[in-house]
């Protein structure tokens, strides 16, 4: 399991992640894991509160190591807990356990490689997301690109239309797997 390796599908809300998450899945036959919250906002009716920060990383956390059991050389995580830490200091200013802090530095640098979705991708509306207007997107891909370069991450840049998006992450993914794409 130790030569598995992680690959985070990161950066702002709709810019493509869990659609990228699924099809380099399929592209390189691996599993994928799905974004805890989205799953538990949907249980609770759309209410999140500072109080279920910590259940929602735990959430994440597992949904994260369940897929890499299943995995032979990679998983692809649809977020990860760095996503987490943002969105609870967005959301909830102050309120981000200090554990799950912690832990989110700690399993960042597990990861392979982080493919930094860009928000050059067209919005699409949905229930969960928060900033649908050009400087709320821009302070995001703002906060997420220091989230990287802060932490020193590996990353590749995932931008342009969707067949540019998708080729750029067949390459990076491949180059840190030592595979043909």
């Known amino acids: 399991m130790a030569d598995v390796k992680r690959i985070a599908i990161f950066g702002p809300e709709s810019t493509g992640k869990t659609t990228l998450a699924r099809r380099l899945a399929e592209h390189f036959d691996e599993p994928w894991s799905e ?24 959430g994440q956390m597992a949904n994260e190591d369940n897929a890499a059991a299943r995995a032979r050389r990679a998983v692809f995580c649809d977020t990860e807990l760095l996503t987490c830490v943002l969105w609870d200091d967005l959301l ?12 989110a530095d700690a399993r960042a640098r597990d990861f392979a490689l982080y493919l930094f979705c860009d928000t ?56 840190v797997l030592g595979a043909a794409r």
């Open 92 to 103: 909830f200013p102050e309120k981000c356990p200090a554990w799950v802090r912690a832990e």
């Open 120 to 175: 050059d991708a067209p919005y699409m509306s949905d229930p969960q997301r928060c900033f649908p207007d050009e400087a709320g997107r821009a302070m995001c891909r703002r906060q997420w690109r220091e989230a990287l370069e802060k932490r020193g991450l590996p990353c590749g840049e995932i931008r342009g239309d969707w067949a540019a998006r998708e080729a750029a992450a067949i390459t990076a993914v491949a180059a």
């Open 35 to 58: 974004e805890f919250v989205r799953e538990f906002w949907d249980a609770r009716g759309g209410k999140i509160t500072a109080d279920d920060l910590g259940t929602i990383a735990l």
